[in-house]
């Protein structure tokens, strides 16, 4: 079981999670489980249609908004942005480290017009650190 990191009311960010982990996430109140992790990214990792079926059998909404290593790309923010909206409730999202969730976040969450200070300030009380994006995050929310 893996321990999530809450980053605001509305978010969670979590290394790879398992199938049991879905309930947990339940438990939470989390309406939406968003995986950014590409399969076969590792071997043995849980695959994204196993998280998928589980988090539907629970009741809970799933999108894949895979990330790879390379970077953020202007489809994988705007998915991001569309997944907050959408979700109705708390969000749990995962990675290999939970990384790459939460800077997708802090880019989504820029784009939406939230102050970056407020976002890096969420992101560090989960134990993640923003700096490598700040300047991507200063222009997300300078361009609303």
């Known amino acids: 079981m893996n321990e999530f990191r809450r980053i605001n009311d509305e978010f969670l960010a979590s290394p790879q999670i398992g199938v049991d982990d879905v309930a947990k996430a339940k438990a939470l109140g989390v309406t939406m489980i968003v995986n950014n992790r590409p399969d076969d990214e590792e071997p043995g990792q849980v ?16 999108r894949a908004i895979p990330v790879t290593h390379a970077g953020f790309g202007q489809g994988q923010v705007d ?11 708390p969000i749990l999202a995962y990675c290999r480290s939970g990384t790459r969730s939460t800077l997708l976040w802090a880019l989504a969450r820029a784009k939406q017009g939230a102050n970056p200070s407020v976002i890096a300030s ?7 650190d923003v ?7 200063e222009m997300l929310s300078a361009g609303r």
């Open 47 to 62: 695959y994204g249609a196993e998280i998928a079926a589980a988090a539907e059998a629970a009741g809970m909404a799933y």
């Open 122 to 128: 969420q992101a560090a009380s989960g134990g993640y």
């Open 79 to 89: 998915a991001m942005v569309d997944a907050l909206e959408a979700a109705g409730g």
């Open 131 to 137: 700096s490598p994006i700040r300047q991507m995050i």
